[in-house]
């Protein structure tokens, strides 16, 4: 092998290296969005459009806590039904975001920002049902490498609700609460029902190729 060849391999070596670190320093300085759920509560409500029938729901605060923006967010429910709402309870969906049916679609949540996430899941599915908050990073334009997936579980959220109904107590005069055993399931109405089933129990080393099935579905 001559000195020439051997230079030519040196040189080869020494891009290749070159290219792969200027690769991984990139992954490593890009800026990306991170979710944390905050002031969870939960409760059996009673909404009139749904004729008036008991259903436990989750509240919570999702917030961006990262250093990046995200694109193109959307929730949806595995076991579950969610909806992302404006930041403040009581309020109605934000004007930026449009619902796709059983989804709904946020244009953008810069660093800093939050929205409402609310669930509505069947008391049994409490323990296993998730959310997936689904989302596009910069730049926007290669889709289906920018999409990223975050799992949040119901019962990080809020633990499940007793279900508590009011009695006119005649000693006090006053009305008490008191627990009583859960209807029987399904107690959500159709309009609150689960958007996917929940996910099937699967190995640690699947658990990459899981969130990457489900962001395709979520994003698709």
């Known amino acids: 092998m001559s000195v020439a060849d051997v230079a030519g391999i040196a040189t080869a070596i020494s891009v290749?290296?070159?290219l792969v670190?200027?690769?991984?320093w990139r992954l490593m300085d890009s800026r990306r969005a991170d979710w944390v759920a905050l002031d969870g509560l939960s409760q059996w409500g009673e909404a009139a459009r749904y004729?008036?029938?008991p259903h436990p729901s989750a509240d919570c605060v999702?917030?961006?806590?990262g250093d990046g923006d995200a694109y193109s967010v959307t929730v949806r429910g595995l076991g579950c039904h969610a909806r992302a709402l404006s930041p403040?309870?009581?309020?109605?969906v934000a004007p930026t975001a449009h619902p796709q049916g059983a989804m709904t679609l946020?244009?953008?949540?810069s660093s800093g920002d939050e929205f409402r996430l609310v669930v509505y899941c069947e008391p049994v599915d409490w323990e296993r049902a998730q959310v997936a908050i689904?989302?596009?990073?910069s730049p926007t334009r290669f889709r289906l490498l920018s999409r990223r997936l975050y799992y949040v579980r119901v019962r990080e959220i809020a633990d499940r609700p007793a279900y508590t109904r009011r009695r006119f107590d005649?000693?006090?005069g006053q009305y008490v609460k008191e627990d009583r055993p859960a209807p029987t399931p399904p107690v959500l109405p159709e309009g609150l029902r689960e958007d996917l089933p929940p996910l099937p129990l699967r190995r640690q080393v699947l658990k990459r190729f899981r969130a990457w099935q489900g962001a395709r579905s979520i994003s698709g």
């Open 16 to 18: 290749t290296i070159t």
């Open 170 to 172: 005649e000693q006090t």
């Open 88 to 92: 403040q309870r009581g309020g109605s």
């Open 134 to 137: 689904a989302w596009t990073v």
């Open 21 to 24: 670190a200027s690769a991984v």
């Open 62 to 65: 999702i917030a961006n806590t």
């Open 106 to 109: 946020v244009p953008r949540v």
């Open 51 to 53: 004729g008036g029938l």
